[in-house]
């Protein structure tokens, strides 16, 4: 979505997600509108900044939020006309090392970078990939850290999202703060498109469904996530049949979800009896060789991204075709499906 901050006279506080940088030393300051109008304070916070709750609720423990002045707890309720006054903690240096990684890049700009992230990626260092990550390669192609964003923290510079290690597809980077800001205001008020394929293994009679069920922590396996739980975030997830492979028993999915929440597309379509090909944690044990290709990873493809551009010159959208390894896995299964008719 574009910047919907109104123009205010001089001295005015910026109003809706901007901030005032050259007054303010990197203090942001919002004014809360009748739609934050009796939310909590990081809840309000977070809607007008697009800065993660949690990342705020540790700025408001540290006295560094105020509400007309005054700090305050996080559970306050805020009013129509208050200001809210943020001041971000200094940021560190990130100790992550630059790697000469290539990257298949769609798009760049002095804002973002839009990308084609190849399967088997890790989008940012953690215990066990501490190398070999999409910010490792981010930052030699940047160059210079301070080239990209570190509202997230250090040790995720520029990354608004992130798609698992085993998807790929279309991904966009904020190389700026006021970029950074921009574009999670935007996941976090679902105003993002986003198109994902997936191959499941089911055949199902409807040609379109719609999942709405909470996903969180799975109640036995914390490393899962699962719509078993009792304290799940709400999530939707939209699909229809783009095409389908009766002799293999397995159809292509567009998906359309309309939350963020981790390992949503995956977890919802096997919730509804459509696990994806090749998943070792949400599918089945089936193997995909059958079909003339073993993927080694779910065949899950992020296709399409749009977005309002954070300097406001409009809307952008990106597409990413089917890596060669679904590419593959289709004409297998379409060469299944003329076997089984010549036969």
């Known amino acids: 979505m574009a910047d919907r901050s109104d123009a205010g006279s001089p001295g005015d506080p910026p109003r809706n997600g901007s901030s005032d940088d050259s007054e303010s030393e990197g203090v942001l300051v919002y004014e809360v509108t009748e739609a934050e109008a009796g939310l909590r304070l990081d809840a309000a916070l977070a809607s007008l900044s697009g800065v993660s709750r949690s990342q705020l609720q540790r700025w408001i423990e540290a006295d560094r939020v105020t509400v007309d002045g005054d700090v305050t707890r996080q559970a306050a309720r805020v009013s129509t006309g208050a200001i809210l006054e943020a001041s971000p903690p200094p940021t560190q240096t990130s100790e992550v090392l630059a790697e000469a990684i290539p990257l298949d ?58 798609l698992d290690k085993g998807t790929s597809g279309v991904m966009v980077v904020a190389r700026n703060d006021a970029a950074h800001q921009s574009l999670a205001r935007q996941f976090y008020d679902h105003s993002i498109e986003r198109i994902y394929q997936a191959f499941v293994r089911a055949l199902p009679g409807a040609e ?136």
């Open 208 to 343: 379109s469904g719609r999942i709405d069920r909470p996903i969180g922590r799975h109640p036995t396996d914390r490393k899962r996530m699962s719509v078993r739980t009792r304290s799940g975030r709400a999530a939707a997830t939209n699909w229809t049949i783009a095409e389908r492979f009766p002799a293999s028993g397995v159809c292509l999915l567009e998906i359309h979800p309309e939350t963020g929440r981790t390992h949503q597309i995956r977890v919802h379509l096997s919730s509804a009896g459509l696990p994806i090909a090749g998943d070792p944690v949400y599918g089945r044990s089936r193997s995909d060789s059958a079909q003339g290709a073993d993927l080694g990873r779910p065949a899950l493809h992020a296709a399409v991204l749009g977005f309002d551009h954070p300097d406001g010159r409009g809307r952008m959208r990106f597409e990413a075709p089917l890596p060669a390894d679904l590419e593959g896995f289709r004409d297998a299964l379409r060469r299944s499906e003329l076997e089984e008719n010549d036969a």
């Open 105 to 162: 890049v769609l798009h760049e700009d002095d804002d973002i970078i839009v990308l084609d992230k190849r399967a088997g990626m890790v989008v940012h260092p953690a215990p066990g990939h501490a190398s070999g990550t999409l910010v490792n390669a981010l930052l030699h192609h940047c160059r210079v850290e301070g080239n990209l964003a570190t509202v997230g923290g250090v040790e995720r510079p520029g990354i608004v999202h992130r």
